[in-house]
């Protein structure tokens, strides 16, 4: 209350009162039939989907195939939400999981944008709702069988192998030429 408002009569304060409050009403009630006669804002969320633009961030896309497992996207990530585990290097790798953590990433594409071949990428697509922490976790590599694996492991080893040899192949002959210049 204002000091001119406690000065007057209580009759009088009363209709003052009174006025303010009816014309606040009219105030609100001239507002909400404003917006009666526009067109709705309102979508009914699971029927209707909004309209997404371009630059959203949203859900990641990895495409396993282009991966090159150079691990850029890992660490670029400000927050370590995304994990990668691996067998092998190069056109030999086999990626057992590709682990995003959607509980820790902020959608700041720092991942995107450092992954040189663009396998990773945000798409438009928003909706990690869930009820349970577990479900935010997502891996997005296909999924290996144990003999997958283990064949895998195998293959490695015989190609780890082959590459001694050819190393010891290659190192042999010049063993033996610097051996017969020396006695010569």
């Not at 009363?14 to 009816?22: I, N, T």
């Not at 577990?134 to 490695?156: N, P, V, W």
């Amino acid at each position: 209350m204002t000091v001119s408002a406690a000065k007057r009569h209580p009759f009088v304060q009363y209709f003052a009162d009174l006025w303010s409050g009816v014309t606040t009403t009219c105030t609100g009630l001239r507002l909400t039939l404003r917006y009666l006669f526009k067109p709705k804002v309102t979508l009914l969320y699971p029927e209707e989907r909004p309209a997404i633009p371009a630059g959203h961030r949203g859900i990641h896309r990895y495409v396993e195939e282009e991966c090159l497992l150079c691990r850029a996207c890992e660490a670029a990530c400000p927050v370590d939400c995304l994990v990668i585990n691996a067998i092998g290097r190069g056109k030999d790798r086999m990626i057992l999981n590709f682990d995003i953590d959607y509980a820790k990433c902020l959608f700041c594409n720092l991942c995107c944008e450092a992954c040189n071949p663009k396998c990773l990428v945000l798409t438009g697509d928003y909706d990690l709702s869930t009820t349970k922490r577990d479900t935010c976790l997502i891996d997005f590599a296909h999924r290996k069988t144990s003999a997958q694996i283990e064949e895998h492991k195998k293959f490695l080893e015989q190609k780890e192998a082959e590459k001694k040899a050819a190393a010891e192949k290659r190192d042999a002959p010049k063993e033996c030429g610097e051996e017969g210049n020396g006695s010569n």
